[in-house]
């Protein structure tokens, strides 16, 4: 099944550490990825990714097939693969997020989920808007250079 997740969407987290999936998304998700989701951490930003288990079924083989003597590719393995937890999807559309995993997310009662196309980004809801406010305030003039591949691209 092909997935496209966009958008954002302000959750709640339970206290038990529930976060209920908006009902957009939900049906797609039960049907084509038969309750079956990854959860495990971005490397680069302290949020969590959200992935359907086929999707993440395709990462984790590139993954697996990385050099195990390149460190990078190793620290990569380690982290992704390392905090990969299966979640379902429940009888009232909620996923239960790992207590290790709401740690290195520092995630609180509210939360964004940001759809990213074939993922979704878990987000601690003031750690995203400050995050947002810094990328809407960066300018292109301090280095950052559009990709070649987005040049041609008409908004």
Not at 2 to 17: A, E, T, V, W
Not at 30 to 43: D, S, W
Not at 122 to 139: A, K, T, V
């Amino acid at each position: 099944m092909d997935y496209m997740f966009r958008g954002i969407s302000p959750i709640q987290l339970d206290d038990k550490g529930r976060l209920m999936l908006p009902k957009r998304y939900r049906d797609r998700l039960v049907e084509g990825a038969n309750n079956q989701l990854i959860c495990t951490i971005e490397t680069e930003a302290r949020c969590l990714l959200l992935y359907p288990l086929s999707e993440w079924e395709m990462i984790e083989q590139k993954l697996e097939q990385l050099p195990s003597f390149n460190r990078a590719a190793r620290r990569i393995q380690r982290l992704l693969i390392g905090h990969a937890t299966e979640v379902e999807i429940d009888g009232q559309g909620r996923i239960l997020i790992a207590q290790s995993l709401r740690d290195y997310a520092s995630l609180e009662k509210g939360v964004i989920l940001v759809g990213q196309g074939k993922k979704f980004e878990i987000w601690d809801e003031n750690q995203w808007n400050q995050l947002r406010m810094s990328l809407l305030e960066e300018s292109l003039d301090t280095g950052n250079e559009v990709p070649i591949d987005l040049t041609s691209l008409s908004l």
